[in-house]
Structures are given as C-alpha cells and as structure tokens.
C-alpha cells in the first residue's frame, strides 16, 4: 500500500459500488471486452438478502451473459413464493390472498408471450457473488473496504482523478480513470460531486427488517404457501404492521416492521431482546417454535429520483439507488439497477471501441431516467395501497379495542359489515396491480437519440389496458424485442429470438426475400467493425416460426427487417425493402450511434 499511496493508478472503467447495479454493470461491460475495477465500501458482497424478487425481465440480462442457470439454481422458484397473504398468524386464520409474480392466470400467458424467463425469489446475498465471480472472472478487479474520497476534473481532458481510500490500512491513493459509474447507493459520493439534483418527495414511514432463522415448514401447508405474510394483530402489533418474508423454505425469513410514522419501539432492543422473540412467535402464532434472531436493520421509506443520471461533457454516470430511491412496493429495486447496467454497458464498450459517437451516452439518461421515475412513483402509490389494506383490517386504527372491532365487521351480517367487506375487497384487487406488474417492466420503452424513428409514419401503438399489468409486444423502434420460440428445421432445441439478438451485439431479423439486407449487413460489418447478426426467420430459412409468434408480432413484410440493439430493444425497422439497402442501414446506424463525427 505505500507504493499506491504515492502513485496514481490509471484504469479505463471506475466503478464505484458492488450492488446488484455495480457488479452487473461490471458483468455487462465484461461481456463487450472492457476491463476495469470496481470498488465498494462493505467488506464483502451483501450479508442479508435485502432485494429479493427477481423478474424475467432482469433474468433476460443474465441469461444474454450465460448466467441464468446460475441464478435459478440460487433462487426460490415457482408456487413456493408466488403468493401474498393478510393473517392473524402464520397458522392464524387468512383475511386475504393475491396471486403474485407470474402466478395469475392471466400473467402466465401474458409472460409466455413476452419472455423466455421466469420470476424468482433471489435474494440479493445470493444474487452479488454470482454477479462478482463472473465479472472478476472476465477483466474487472474488486476492491472492497475501500471508499471514493473525492472526484476532481483533469483540466483539458473528460479522464477523472479519484481519491481512494483503503478502510483497512486508512492509506489513500489516487486513481486516474476514463469514466466513473456511481452505483453507490442512496447516499451516492458520485451523485454529491457531480452536483446533481433529485425530486424528493416527503418520507412515508420507517421500517425495521429483523432477520432471523425458525423452522416452521411443519406450520405451513402447501395451500398457505406464499413469499409474503402480512401479519395482522391489532391487539398486539398496535400501528405497526409486521410483514414476514420468506428467504429460504422454510428456516429463513426476514421480519419487516412498517410504521406509518417514527417510532421509537426498536430503537434500544438488540437481537438478544427477548421482545423481539416474543413478537416473531405471535406472528408465527405458536409460542414453541425456536427463533434465533441474526439482526436488525432500521430503514427509512425514500421516494426521490435524480433529474438526470449523468452530465454533458463529463464520463460520470449513475445509476441503481444512486439514481432512483423508493420502498420495495413492485419488487422491482434490483430489478431496475440490473436493468440500468444493461442499457448503458454496450453504450460505453461502442464510444471506447471507437464504434460510436459520445454522443450516444447521452441517450443512457434519456432512456432510463424516465423508467426510474415510473418505479418510483409507483412503488409509492403501492406503499401507500399497503396501508389502505392495513386500515381496513383495523391495524392502523389508534387503540387496540378500534382494530379489534374493525375485524370484527367483516364477520357481521350488518351495512357495516358489508362496507368493510367491500374496502377489503377494494384495496386488495389494487393490490393485485403490484403483485402482477409485468407491464411496468415489459412496457418500458425508449424516444431518443439511440432509436430510429424517422421512417415511422404512425405513432407508437397504443398499450390497451393497464400499463402496470398489460403488455405492449411491437417491433416499434424503441420497443423491446418481441420474444418467439423458434428451431432449426429439424426440430432439436427450442431458442428465443432473444437468445439470438444481444451478446454485445446489432442483431437483423430478415424473412423470406430479405437476402439484400444480410448482405447490407455483412458489409457495413466489415467496412466499419460494427458487430451485426443476421437472422432470417421463416420456413427453409436459418430458423422456423415454431408457433409463428414472430410472424404475428414482427410488423414487417418478407422483404422488410428489424434491427435490434444489443441490449435487446428495437433501434429500427424497414416495412419493405428499399432501393439500397445498404446506404439506408449505414444511415440508420450512423444516427443511432451518432458516429457522424467518425471516420467509416
């Protein structure tokens, strides 16, 4: 370390945190042939589980990296946890039920559609290491306890100097760096000194997480099976709704204590307090059961998002809670971090290649600033479903006597009993638009610089029904890849056009008399070193239809294309063939990767 503290280290990729946003991000421009180094200030990666849910739309990323089965062999999956309850107890009687993350009906086809993924439970302790070994494995270095100390502009040059420092040794030292990724946290260093400024929205409440280990699997048959139990005891959990979460079946849980307000009950109780042993058993609903409590972690309800995740003119980025801060309504926290990475990795590897514009990177902000705040106005909105819920079933009411009689009422064959029948019933069909929000990932879709709208003579297609819940499948540029299982003639094993396109690279979906483009293609490859792909679909062609769902859903003719982006989402389509195909796809690219200042 003394050598360090005098000399400056030169690295092309600064990465600054080791979440689920840091090391994908690390992951992501691995895979485009980047090398770097990420530092974090934890020890290590995450020692509870913290974000859990992991939707197909973030497992896409994984599996573009070959890591999905990985991530599955980690994970919960299937009817294990696709569930949220409302109970007395775990083995009390049920007030209420949702079907959850790909569990309803109607979500399971809707997912099939649009995805070859599944949802998991993946906490996030299972989740960094898989994320870690990969991408230390594939050119980045990890350093942990180890914090940024400051950021300074380099006069004449876009390179950045960091101070770092070393919490183990307390040594600093200096690293000079091309570009600098925040991905540090709701607390984000990068954030502070890139000056940049967020909507905040008034604190809805604080919470407690009390992570903890009991073996009930005996207590819970498989009709109660569900990754969330929301615990309602007025009599005993007076305004304080405790939640327990599901981490390993069925000897690990995490007990979540929401208070609408600032509450003082936990502030002096440590994991040895028998009070909080006495609280876990009432909710389990079986005073024998032997709980070992692990920790506690206090934290507060956020609801912010930056106005933009970068500046012009400089290499710094944020993105994950860095960039958008919100409660864990929608399950889509690490979802979205994941997300994030993938759309500004492949961003990055083509303006360091030479293969694109700086320009380009300015589409990372337009593209995913706004899909942060959607996630963040909508978590909230379901924060505050939660309690709608909590307030019917009495357990936000200010006297135990008053919760106990709101219970009461939906047994009672009374007007009131039939109205608090009704609330129940209304704010747990709003719940059903959290727990089956595959919209609010799939929907999500790009208007800018990266996307090639010029040849679009309607508007984008119009999403009929709930934009949390329905899905939107179009080859509309800015749109994500339509999912369709295909083959080889021969039948031997099924792929998705996702399989196809990604991989760090252009990919073009071409039919039956679209031989003109693959050859368009494979010269603009050649002459400018843009990696392009190039699929035809259909009967005698490299791969069959198998259900013709691509058929259904491509919007093209035979002799027309879709031109995909390497993480997936459509940059450009052509109906029907053009007279030179291959001036009109270098003009495409050209401006979806602002290479205009570039030599061919």
Known sequence: MSSLAQDEV?????????????ASLAC????????????????????????????????????????????????THGE????????????????????????????????????????????QSYLEPILVRYASNNGFQFRFSTQLVSIDEIPGSTDSRCVLRDRISQHEY??????????????????????LKYFVEPRAGVACNIIFRADIGHLI?????????????????????????LIRPWNQWIFVCNFPEEDGRFKDLTPQSPEL????????????????????????VNESVAEKYSVEGKNIFILGDAAHRHPPAHANGSNTCVQ??????????????????????????????????????????QLKAHADVWEALGQFTTTAEEGARRLAELYEPTLAGDKRRQILHETLEEKRRECENIGLSMNQWYTSSAVYLADETEARPALKGDPVVDILISTYPGNRLPHAWLDIGKRQKLISTHDLAGHGAFTLFIGHRGAAWREAAAKIAKATGIPIKTYAIGLGLDYIDVYRDWYKSREVEEDGC??????????????TIVPNCEDKLQQVLNSVLSRDGLQS
């Open 277 to 300: 042993i006495d609280l876990i058993q009432k909710a389990i609903g079986d005073e024998s059961v032997k709980v070992e409590i692990d920790r506690l972690d206090p934290w507060t």
């Open 80 to 123: 294990v946890f696709q569930s949220f309850r409302w109970v007395r107890s775990m083995v009390g009687e049920e007030y209420g039920k949702v079907q959850a993350w790909g569990a309803h009906p109607k979500s399971m086809g809707d997912l099939a559609r649009a995805t070859p993924c599944q949802f998991l439970d993946l906490p």
């Open 174 to 195: 200096k690293v000079r760096a091309k570009y600098v990724f925040g991905a540090d946290g709701s607390r984000s260093k990068v954030a502070e000194t890139l000056g």
């Open 10 to 22: 030169n690295v092309d990729f600064l990465i600054v945190g080791a979440g689920p946003a840091g």
């Open 562 to 575: 879709v031109l995909v982006r390497p993480d997936r989402f459509v940059a450009w389509r052509s109906k």
């Open 28 to 75: 992501f421009m691995a895979q485009n042939g980047l090398k770097g180094l990420v530092i974090a200030r934890a020890r290590g990666t995450a020692n509870t589980p913290r974000a859990h849910v992991f939707n197909p739309f973030a497992l896409e990323t994984l599996r573009d990296i070959g890591l999905e089965e990985d991530a599955k062999g980690h994970a």
């Open 340 to 381: 994030d990475a993938y759309n500004l990795a492949w961003k990055v590897a083509y303006v360091a290649k030479g293969l694109a514009g700086p320009e380009l990177l300015d589409s990372y902000s337009v593209e995913r600033q706004p899909a942060g705040a959607t996630l963040v106005r909508e978590a909230n909105q």
């Open 221 to 245: 048959p498989k009709e109660r099976y569900a990754g969330l139990h929301s615990i309602i005891q007025p009599d005993n959990f007076p305004r304080m709704v405790p939640i327990l979460r």
